[in-house]
């Protein structure tokens, strides 16, 4: 079986532990399930038996993003038969038509924001030439919904929708992190992918199996949110959901490779 992980943080040796640490701690001390090197990660994945994996990490400032991208080009460099780069980006880089120019031209088969961590409001104007630069380039994977927050829940991804009707987004965590049933009320119907991770581990299995199903089989990738959760763990979860042979061939593989065009 083929298994593609579309949710995958990894950064540099040097600060991989305190990087997850402090991803935990942001998450009120949940605990993290590797230390976000590249070499657990790759242990993690092998032991799961995984086939590929989108690796990507969140540009807290614009200055971080060429550092990050420049990593994940050359863990891509490394195991060109295992990642599959998703760049970083943030809204207030100043020449927005030329730095997602350049990550298309570098070959990043995604982009990754994190609206929480980077503090602005998806649907927001001052967002928009960020969007507008992506829309018809790459798909945007987002991570969405954070109660405690009002970035991205799934209000504001259904606005970003309507704003950007050509963007190809990809709603992390089911659409709605800890607003899970809030995403599958306003978002199911709207073109949008979604992906499992950090989901499975607190969401009801036949909520998700819901969830799937009018989000529609074809538009459902798998995810793990490593490090925040152990791959095998987190494959283990979304083989007990009721779920054909079919559609879990879909959801960990097929789908990938027809959506992020593998």
């Known amino acids: 079986m083929k298994i593609f992980d579309v949710h995958v943080h990894i950064y540099p040796d040097k600060i991989a532990l305190k990087a997850s640490r402090s991803v935990g701690e942001f998450y009120d001390g949940m605990d993290m399930h590797g230390d976000g090197t590249l070499a657990d990660c790759l242990h ?12 990507h ?7 971080n993003v060429g550092s990050i991208n420049r990593f994940i080009l050359e863990a891509r460099a490394r195991h060109p038969d295992r990642i599959v780069p998703f760049a ?11 730095t997602v120019r350049e990550i298309v031209a570098q070959g990043f088969k995604g982009i990754k924001i994190h609206p929480d961590m980077q503090r602005f409001q ?3 104007p001052a967002a ?19 109660a405690r927050y009002d970035f991205d829940g799934p209000q504001r991804i259904l606005n970003l929708r309507r704003q950007h009707p050509r963007l190809e987004i990809i709603c992390a965590h089911f659409g709605g992190w800890s607003e899970w049933n809030s995403a599958m009320e306003l978002l199911p119907g709207n073109g949008l992918v979604i992906d499992t991770s950090s989901s499975l581990y607190k969401w009801p299995a036949e909520r998700a199996v819901e969830a799937i199903h009018r989000f529609g089989v074809e538009n459902v990738l ?3 949110d ?3 959760w152990d791959p095998k763990e987190e494959l283990q979860r ?4 009721r779920l054909t042979d079919a559609q879990r061939e879909d959801i960990l593989w097929n789908n990938a490779q027809r959506i992020l065009k593998l």
Not at 57 to 63: I, N, R
Not at 88 to 94: D, G, L, S, T, Y
Not at 238 to 241: A, D, E, I, N, S
Request: glycine share 6%; hydrophobic share 45%; proline share 8%.
């Open 44 to 55: 993690r994945q092998d032991a799961a038996g995984f086939t590929r994996f989108a690796a």
């Open 57 to 63: 990490s969140v540009a807290m400032t614009p200055h």
């Open 88 to 98: 970083a980006i943030h809204p207030e880089m100043e020449d927005m038509e030329a």
């Open 122 to 124: 998806v649907d927001d």
């Open 128 to 146: 928009a030439p960020m969007m507008e630069a992506i829309e018809g380039r790459l798909p945007l994977l987002i991570h969405c919904g954070d």
């Open 222 to 224: 798998f995810g793990t």
């Open 226 to 228: 490593y490090p925040m």
């Open 238 to 241: 979304f083989l007990k959901l």
